[in-house]
């Protein structure tokens, strides 16, 4: 059986809530990552995806040199266990209608899936 932590991407990059619209693309950009989570004093509070900088910075007109990521960052966090099978956790973001779902060991965030990962 295919689990995902087999699939997933490690570690998990974090930015700060103030962190604007254009420092979350470049370091996304320079990692190679299409997801940054949103992280302050130790807890998560969202995830930062490539289409929400797209469609809601780009698209939206903001500027994204003054945009922060925690007023676009999708929440709350949607998380699966990593010892759950491939095809479970597709057929949550088909149904959820998400590219990035966050994987968790005893309950400590261990990893992003993507989409992208499923069919690799």
């Known amino acids: 059986m ?10 998990v990059i ?12 470049k370091i996304m950009g320079e990692k190679v990552i299409s997801s940054l989570l949103v992280k302050e004093n130790g807890e998560y509070l969202g995830i930062v995806t490539k289409t929400d900088l797209v469609k809601k910075v780009l698209a939206a007109g903001l500027d994204p040199q003054a945009t922060r990521v925690y007023s676009v960052m999708s929440k709350p966090i949607l998380t699966q266990d ?3 099978p491939r095809s479970e956790a597709n057929e949550l973001m088909l149904r959820k209608k998400i590219k990035h779902l966050v994987v968790t060991k005893h309950g400590e965030i261990v990893g992003i899936l993507t989409t992208k990962d499923l069919v690799s």
Do not use: G, W
């Open 2 to 11: 295919d689990e995902i932590r087999d699939f997933m991407r490690s570690p």
């Open 14 to 25: 974090s930015v700060d809530p103030q962190t604007t619209a254009q420092e979350a693309a």
């Open 82 to 84: 990593c010892y759950i």
